[in-house]
């Protein structure tokens, strides 16, 4: 299963999903431009002692990871949604994509994959959940599907 962040801009949500990759066996990919650099601090501190357990791909356009995987199938993560993320059969391959903590996925993207964006309920008066909180509650739901696969229980 594969974790994407377009265009993430808070190191420390980057280094805290990093972790739950690490955590979890989930890949990380990261689309450029990224809001920070990879060197900075508080994404490694974020991360702790786990970068070593994260595989992580760079890629400069999110054309360019629809290109190096075609075949699979990505779900896109916005509060603009109408269905549920609870509503999909997530497979082992899948990639799930989120967008910068300010703005979210862009439109253009969200309009041409609408048929795969999906939401994460919430009450109407909050704009939306924090990025890494996000990225692991999908997480943990798709791999509740999949019963925790390669995970000790």
């Known amino acids: 299963m594969h974790i994407v962040l377009v265009e993430p801009e ?14 979890t066996g989930m890949k990380l990919h990261l689309v450029r431009p990224l809001g920070f650099s990879t060197d900075d601090k508080y994404l490694k501190r974020a991360g702790l002692d786990y970068w070593h357990l994260v595989q992580i791909f760079y890629h400069d356009s999110i054309d360019e990871l629809f290109k190096a995987d075609a075949d699979a199938s990505y779900y896109f993560f916005s509060t603009k949604a109408d269905r549920l993320y609870t509503e999909i059969s997530f497979t082992q391959d899948d990639y799930l994509v989120f967008g910068k903590e300010t703005a979210g996925l862009p439109e253009a993207l969200l309009h041409d994959h609408w048929d795969t964006t999906v939401k994460i309920p919430m009450q109407s008066e909050a704009r939306s959940l924090n990025l890494s909180n996000a990225v692991a509650i999908a997480s943990y739901e798709a791999l509740r599907q999949l019963s925790f696969p390669a995970l000790q229980a």
């Open 10 to 23: 808070i190191p420390g949500n980057t280094g805290n999903i990093a972790r739950l990759c690490a955590a």
